[in-house]
């Protein structure tokens, strides 16, 4: 039986895949393309277990090689030529190591992100986002968007369904004050575990 968090995933990454097929020449996503992987992201507790878990679920072999690439980074410049530190999960390939179980924010990069500015403590406006390599000359149309606010809630109430009590003890240690995990501190306690 699938978590609520995997439904989430999967259908995050099958609307971004309608999204694609509709809009395939005005944007730049694809294999090769990690224009939006030089950040640190932040990510839910649960997330990051799936993560735990994904890496756990491989063979030996292919274990050892996905940590062993962690010492093999991408040098620190996006693909548009910003110096900027990559993602801990990107290898010197340009690829994503746990592609299967990445978070869902990284489903949703590359598409309009709908979202709501807070101007000021009484006013909130629609603000909406995209990797500055796709829709140079026009959006598509609203029904194309992602609304993160919603999806955001969605992933909160997905981790709420998780079943994380049992499992929690292992990432206690590398919370923020925020209680979401920085994958940057995720990678180092993978690599400490499999020592
Ligand atoms: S987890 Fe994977 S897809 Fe997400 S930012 Fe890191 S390398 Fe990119």
Redesign the pocket.
Known sequence: MPTALRTLQKNASEFFDEIHKHHSKEMQCGKGC?A??Y?D?HIFESEAIEIVEYINSLPQEERTKLISSFRSPPPGKDPTGRIQPP?S??NKNQE?V??PA??LI?RTQGAPLLFKLEESKKKKTDSIDHCPLNFKNKLPDRAHWIQLDRMNQLLSIAEKDYQIKEKQLILDSIKDSNERIS?KKLKKWITQNNE
């Open positions: 990690s939006c992987c950040t992201l993602c999960f990107l994503c746990i592609y990445r978070p990284c994958l």
